[in-house]
């Protein structure tokens, strides 16, 4: 299954947005957050990238916010999530 990073700056948390108003509510996901994200491998996109992204608009990453690397427990959260185009947003 795949991994998802989800980066939340100022305190947030992870959670996963259907854009919908229906009651779709997969429950198989945990989002573990990275102790050291300049050294984890885990994750699909480059920390280097992410972190200057970031800069550009005034964040420091690594003071300011948590990566968590999201997976799904099962593989049908996974498919719903995907046929959905659903996205991890942070509260």
């Known amino acids: 299954m795949e991994h998802f990073p989800a980066v939340c700056c100022f305190g947030g948390e992870p959670f996963l947005d259907f854009h919908t108003n229906s009651s779709i509510d997969p429950t198989d ?9 300049t050294n984890s491998v885990d994750l699909n996109v480059g920390i280097s990238n992410l972190t200057e992204s970031f800069a550009k608009i005034g964040i420091n990453v690594i003071s300011q ?3 968590f690397n999201i ?17 991890f947003l942070c509260r």
């Open 29 to 37: 996901w945990s989002a573990d957050l990275v102790k050291d994200p």
């Open 65 to 67: 916010c948590q990566i």
């Open 71 to 87: 997976t799904f427990n099962d593989l049908a959260d996974q498919t719903l999530f995907d046929t959905y185009k659903a996205r």
